[in-house]
Nanobody, 128 residues
Framework: QVQLVESGGGLVQPGGSLRLSCVVS????????IGWYRRAPGKGREAVSC????????YYGGSAKGRFTISRDLAKNTAYLQMNSLEPEDTAVYYC?????????????????????WGKGTLVNVSL
C-alpha cells in the first residue's frame, strides 16, 4: 500500500526558512518521482518542484526557482523541500505526490503530470 506523509509545516516569519519532509512507503524513491505541490487559500493547485527517480534530476515551478530546493534521502525513503526566503505569498497547504507509472518527472510547462498518489498535506503559514 502506497502512503505519503508530509510534515514540517508551521508558522514562520517572512524571510524565514522551513524544511518539509515526505516519508514514503509502498515503493522506493529510486523507482518513482516525487513532486511537491501547494494550494494557497482561494487559489488552485500549483506545482512547486519534482525530483526524478531514475537520476535525481530536479525541476522547479516559477515561484520556487532560486528559493526552494528539492532533495531525497534514499536510505530514509524520504523526500524534502527546503524553502528559504519565505514570503507571505508562500502561505499554502503543501502536498507531496508520486507518479506510480513512471521513473521520471513528466513536465508540461510548469506542471508535473501523472501524479496518482498524494499525501494529506502540511500547512505553511508565512506571517509576522
Amino acid at each position: 500500500q502506497v502512503q505519503l506523509v508530509e510534515s514540517g509545516g508551521g508558522l514562520v516569519q517572512p524571510g524565514g526558512s522551513l524544511r518539509l519532509s515526505c516519508v514514503v512507503s509502498g515503493f522506493t524513491l529510486d523507482d518513482h518521482p516525487i513532486g511537491w505541490y501547494r494550494r494557497a487559500p482561494g487559489k488552485g493547485r500549483e506545482a512547486v518542484s519534482c525530483i526524478s527517480a531514475i537520476d535525481g534530476a530536479t525541476y522547479y515551478g516559477g515561484s520556487a526557482k532560486g528559493r526552494f530546493t528539492i532533495s531525497r534521502d534514499l536510505a530514509k525513503n524520504t523526500a524534502y523541500l527546503q524553502m528559504n526566503s519565505l514570503e507571505p505569498e508562500d502561505t499554502a497547504v503543501y502536498y507531496c505526490a508520486a507518479d506510480g507509472a513512471k521513473d521520471y518527472c513528466s513536465i508540461h510547462g510548469y506542471w508535473f503530470e501523472g501524479m496518482d498518489y498524494w499525501g494529506k498535506g502540511t500547512l505553511v503559514n508565512v506571517s509576522l
